[in-house]
């Protein structure tokens, strides 16, 4: 398999990007290594390459990156302005290694979490609180974070003031993941000033989720 | 400079207080506004930078029209102007002239006039303005009063600062960079007019810290969050595929890097049309709030004037971000 490795130390931007665009034109398949050292170019260079339709894996050492492009592996149609890559975290100190997330959720199915209840099962209340705080525990690290969580019901508990998972649902609503809280709801507990997480939704909007999902996961 | 940086610095600096300054160093405002008489107020600001285009000309117009703005964000009339100017010993005068001559002219069509300057000798040539304007004191339109269910304008597309380094790489298709020259020589000044006549509430200009930058800041000081919609946001033509090419400018990578924990994306959006929302502008245009039954009537009309201005959200309660971008 052809490797070609291009060091782009002390080259700005734009340059590393045209020098791996180069690379990859010049093979039909096999890896680019990019050596850069400064975080726009390790971006801008992961930006084109997932784009165009290549897998980038980065390792990240003392303020330099190796980005390993591999051409003509992927089954990820290039779909520029479509994909959403996700913000690649920052390498920390010291060796490590992280694949940069594939574009999108596999076949761009959204995962959906509907919770219609403000307890996780049925049984003793305080059980149920234990086990849905847990429940946000695990979301928050989920990779990729659910797409959208669907509050209903005395669901709506949970994104209001008093709720035991207002942290989590701030980190979620961090990590892009959109959260709809029923209006008729909130109407119905008189809870439209407690508000604390997530934006009113109507049942047009909640079912459009429901039905769109690829993955739906009813809590209740 | 990144602008977490630059508000750590500020933080250190001692508080100015004086019930005549109406507008300083806290809300991150366009520039600084104070107040003369109960009739007339002086807005009073300054910007500079390294070239953005190859024409000296065009660079000089840019630049002009670049620090004239911050003026029309705060609801005034620019009056004069004080060229500053960075150049190499080595470069032919022919192309400071080109410059000042740029600078002069976009001053001109503003109304205002150059009353001087001051030039240093610099290994990179950097060229702007220092602007006075004039505002009533009652007409201020800062940064801080937009309100829950008020309607957000922006008056210009967005991707300069991707546009400027795809020409470095000689990627910018011709229309793309046209475009890109056309959007920054153009004063805001028709957005600025229309704007006071529609009852704007707050505006800013958008520079540096890109739109989300300077929407944060606008949102931060007004104690309310925004909901934007991607698909709203006007775009230079060509800025998004190139976006998509890895053609990003560092400073977007620092603005998003000061806010992403203030912004939400909806899932769906693509990791380059979230980059073109932090890219950083050259001379970008007026983001404005407004009363929503204005809110068309603003965008019409500057469409009559042939911008291109789009209403590209609302402004809702504090929530958890101060800025969401809806798909």
């Avoid at chain 1, 590393?16 to 260079?45: H, Q, W």
């Avoid at chain 2, 809110?295 to 959200?313: D, F, H, S, T």
């Amino acid at each position: 398999m052809t490797v070609v490795e291009i060091d782009c130390r002390g080259l700005a931007c734009p340059q590393p990007v045209l020098k791996a665009k180069k690379a990859l034109d010049e093979i039909s398949a096999g890896k680019v290594t990019v050596i850069v050292d400064n975080t726009t170019s390790r971006e801008n260079v992961t930006m084109f390459a997932q784009n165009a339709g290549h897998r980038v894996e980065a390792i990240g050492k003392d303020g330099n990156y190796i980005l390993t492009i591999t051409k003509g592996e992927t089954s990820v149609a290039p779909q520029a302005g479509v994909t959403a890559p996700g913000d690649v975290p920052a390498a920390a100190p010291g060796n490590t290694v992280e694949t940069v997330r594939p574009a999108g959720r596999e076949g761009n199915r959204p995962l959906v979490y509907l919770f219609s209840s403000n307890l996780f099962g049925q049984g003793a209340p305080d059980l149920g609180t234990t086990l849905l705080k847990s429940l946000f525990t695990t979301l928050v690290e989920m990779e990729p974070p659910p797409d959208t969580l669907i509050f209903l019901n005395s669901g709506v508990f949970l994104a209001c003031a008093g709720s035991p998972v207002l942290e989590q649902l701030r980190v979620l609503a961090g990590r892009n993941t959109e959260m709809l809280v029923c209006g008729t709801c909130l109407n119905y507990y008189k809870l439209q000033e407690k508000l604390q997480a997530g934006r009113v939704s109507n049942m047009l909007e909640i079912n459009e989720r429901l039905t769109g999902a690829g993955r739906l996961v009813p809590i209740a | 400079m990144a602008p977490a940086i630059l508000s750590q610095v500020l933080r250190q600096l001692p508080k100015i207080v004086d019930e005549n300054l109406l507008v300083g160093l806290e809300t991150s405002d366009d520039a600084a506004v104070y107040r003369l008489s109960d009739e007339l107020a002086v807005i009073q600001t300054v910007d500079f930078f390294t070239p953005v285009v190859d024409d000296p000309y065009i660079f000089g117009q840019v630049a002009a029209a670049n620090a004239l703005s911050d003026i029309y964000a705060m609801g005034g009339r620019p009056l004069l102007a004080l060229n500053i100017a960075c150049f190499p010993g080595c470069l032919s005068p022919d192309v400071l002239r080109e410059i000042l001559t740029g600078g002069a002219d976009k001053v001109k069509e503003a109304g205002a006039i150059i009353a001087g300057g001051h030039t240093v000798q610099d290994d990179e040539p950097k060229y702007g303005l220092a602007v006075t304007g004039l505002v009533h004191p009652d007409e201020i339109i800062s940064n801080a009063g937009a309100r829950p269910g008020d309607a957000l304008v922006l008056t210009k597309p967005l991707g300069t600062g991707i546009i400027a380094t795809a020409v470095k790489a000689e990627l910018a298709p011709p229309e793309s960079r046209t475009a890109a020259v056309t959007t920054m020589c153009a004063l805001n000044r028709e957005a600025a007019a229309v704007m006071r006549a529609a009852g704007a509430t707050a505006c800013t200009d958008i520079t540096g810290f890109g739109l989300l930058g300077h929407a944060a800041e606008m949102a931060e000081a007004g104690g309310v969050s925004f909901t934007m919609y991607q698909h709203a946001i006007p775009l230079l033509p060509g800025a998004l595929e190139l976006a998509a090419m890895g053609m990003i400018p560092g400073g977007a990578y620092s603005n998003r890097e000061h806010l992403s924990e203030r912004v939400s994306f909806a899932g769906s959006i693509a990791a380059a049309g979230r980059m073109l929302l932090y890219d950083p502008q050259t001379s970008g245009g007026l983001l404005i709030a407004l009363p929503p039954e204005q809110g068309m009537r603003l965008v019409k009309q500057l469409a009559e004037k042939g911008l291109a201005a789009a209403l590209i959200g609302t402004v809702t309660g504090r929530q958890p971000w101060l800025i969401r971008v809806e798909e």
